[in-house]
């Protein structure tokens, strides 16, 4: 799952536009694979927002946070990935990992509780990314946090709700680039079919489980071995007998 | 050493982190120099960045960062009681690096860091001022390349050198410069040992990435040799696979073929152990690798192949050494 992150709906709205998100209310569209949030301005919402949204829909660890929106800085127009975040009020740094390479130039930014009205050379602005990267790195790892950020302006003037959402349509891409890299297959559990067959409990789920996984990264079929072991029984009745086959069954995967 | 010729299959590294109070020094410019077209990106201090919390350390390997720092901690540390000592009363490692440009699936690093990304603390003369005190009270065996590989990084900066150079300077110390690189440069002196991992190429490509291969590997112990190095085998660790016995035996063909044993100093014999605490870190970190996925037996907080296991395997080099090196210069887990 992708997770958008905007401090207004005018920075969100040709992502919704783009992948028909749906409003499930109080500022939250989803799809089967992006939930955006539009949070509010300055750091107390948007950590609230992040927070709320997280608690409603549990990320997993694999997702992606996306804060993508306006910044103030030098180059109108030019979009940056942001490879260093300072709180200007608490004075801590933080750095998404830069695992993710969407293609941008990247910048610094600084985290501001008020709108700037001067910038300094090679310095992004904005008011929520600093509060975004400590609630979302209580969910997900630092390389999974991204921040994408275009220079609105520089001096906190002419910034018209048109003009942001002008802005942001020229991001649709890095959007769907994000989509793709949310999509991965959870692995089935093979090893499940024996459970019932061998009456395991819950340790020897685990076991098996482990077991079944260490012989793929053997290159055998674990198949082949289990039920050529369970063949030499009459019948697994109960789960002391399932035990042996578990252990012979370990016994062959350890004796190459 | 240039940079391609010592890391033939390295990706330079694109962000380097550098600590504001290092900024200027000439080895934080000489290493840049080296990466000309990574971003550069100012730190207070290097564990903003190294240690910072939840990182997914196998999803950086592929994006590894260098970070440049200064370290004021301490600089010195005893030997682990799982690490051969070779006998010596005072055996420590230091780590003027932390964190290896290779990614070998069973490494203690997965476990001891939250990070893939590379610390190198560019404040070597307080290493060498530490070393020194150290020495002062007696013998110092001191493992140099523990944390990570330092010849493997000496086409960015030369450790392994400046090492050397202090074990030679120094009364009392022995220094150990193990690596599994492609191309190691030598300082022959009987206070610099020269220790090579050698494991059969089998295991190379399916366990130790990004390592030089084991014909390389002997080439390199072949001219350690030659040019007059002490020099140290570690058959260790040795991995099961379901064709471990083919591969080891094939290894100890040509090693015994190819390298003059009675030039040898001593030789290690191991398998694979991992801390129990440290397990899960290393099964997520690498899924699909035998290695670590292996049902291991635990024995005193780390995860060991059964005893009958071990025995067989290394009791197939050990049984290949006789002969050809004396008993009491094998040491044997």
Redo the contacts between chains.
């Keep these: 799952m992708l997770y958008i992150f905007s401090a207004l709906y005018c920075e969100l709205a040709p992502f919704v536009n783009a992948f028909t998100l749906e409003s499930i209310g109080n500022g939250v569209y989803r799809s089967d694979r992006c939930i955006a949030t539009v949070t509010g301005v300055g750091k107390v919402n948007a950590a609230y927002s992040v927070g709320r949204t997280f608690a409603l829909f549990a990320p997993s660890s694999k997702d992606i946070v996306l804060n993508i929106g306006v910044a103030a800085g030098e180059n109108e127009g030019q979009t940056y990935l942001v490879n260093a975040i300072c709180d200007a009020d608490t004075g801590h740094d933080y750095y998404p990992d830069m695992a993710i390479n969407l293609g941008l130039p990247e910048s610094p930014l600084t985290s501001v509780s008020k709108v700037v009205t001067s910038v300094d050379k090679n310095m992004l602005y904005d008011m929520e990314a600093s509060s975004i990267y400590q609630t979302a790195i209580k969910h997900v790892s630092p390389d999974r946090i991204l921040f994408v950020k275009t220079v609105s302006d520089s001096d906190g003037k002419d910034v018209t709700p048109d003009k942001v959402s002008c802005l942001m349509e020229s991001q649709i891409s890095v959007v769907s680039l994000l989509l793709n890299e949310t999509q991965y297959v959870d692995t089935e559990n093979n090893a499940s079919k024996y459970y019932d067959v061998l009456h395991c409990s819950e340790y020897m789920r685990l076991e098996l489980g482990q077991l079944y996984h260490f012989a793929d990264t053997l290159g055998v079929n674990p198949d082949d071995i289990l039920d050529d072991i369970i063949s030499s029984y009459i019948d697994i009745n109960n789960r002391k007998i399932g035990r042996e086959v578990l252990d012979e069954f370990k016994r062959r995967l350890t004796k190459f | 050493m240039n940079l391609s010729d010592a890391l033939p299959n390295f990706k330079p590294f694109?962000?380097i982190?550098v600590e504001d109070k290092v900024k200027d020094l000439p080895d934080t410019k000489a290493i840049l120099a080296n990466f000309p077209n990574a971003?550069v990106?100012?730190?207070?201090h290097y564990k903003?960045?190294f240690n910072?919390?939840?990182?997914?350390s196998s999803?950086?390997v592929?994006?590894r960062?260098l970070i440049l720092g200064s370290n004021e901690g301490q600089r010195l540390f005893k030997g682990a009681p799982v690490c051969q000592d070779f006998g010596y009363d005072n055996f420590m490692y230091t780590a003027s690096v932390q964190g290896c440009i290779y990614n070998c699936d069973y490494c203690f690093l997965k476990g001891m860091y939250a990070t893939s990304n590379i610390a190198m603390f560019v404040n070597f003369d307080d290493y060498a001022r530490d070393v020194k005190e150290e020495c002062v009270k007696g013998p110092l065996y001191l493992c140099v390349s523990y944390d990570t590989d330092l010849q493997g990084l000496s086409g960015i900066i030369d450790y392994c050198g400046r090492w050397a150079e202090l074990a030679v300077s120094t009364p009392n110390l022995t220094i150990e410069i193990r690596t599994k690189a492609a191309n190691v440069s030598f300082v022959p002196n009987p206070s610099v040992i020269y220790a090579f991992s050698v494991s059969p190429d089998e295991m190379v490509s399916k366990f130790e990435h990004g390592t030089a291969s084991f014909n390389r590997r002997v080439e390199n112990i072949k001219s350690a040799i030659n040019a007059g190095c002490q020099v140290r085998l570690c058959f260790d660790p040795m991995i099961?696979?379901?064709?471990?016995r083919i591969h080891y035996s094939h290894m100890m063909d040509v090693m015994l073929k190819e390298i003059d044993f009675s030039k040898i100093k001593d030789v290690s014999v191991g398998t694979v152990r991992i801390s129990s605490e440290y397990i899960k870190k290393f099964r997520k970190a690498a899924?699909?690798?035998?290695a670590v996925?292996?049902?291991f037996d635990k024995e005193d907080g780390y995860c060991v192949?059964?005893l009958d296991?071990r025995s067989e395997m290394t009791g197939l080099i050990c049984e290949r050494l006789k002969g050809v090196i004396s008993d009491d210069r094998i040491y044997c887990e």
Excluded: M, N
């Excluded at chain 2, 990106?41 to 207070?44: D, L, N, Q, R, S």
């Design positions: 694109e962000h982190y971003v990106i100012p730190i207070k903003d960045v910072r919390p939840r990182q997914d999803a950086q592929g994006s960062a099961y696979t379901r064709e471990w899924p699909g690798s035998c996925q292996f049902p192949y059964p296991l």
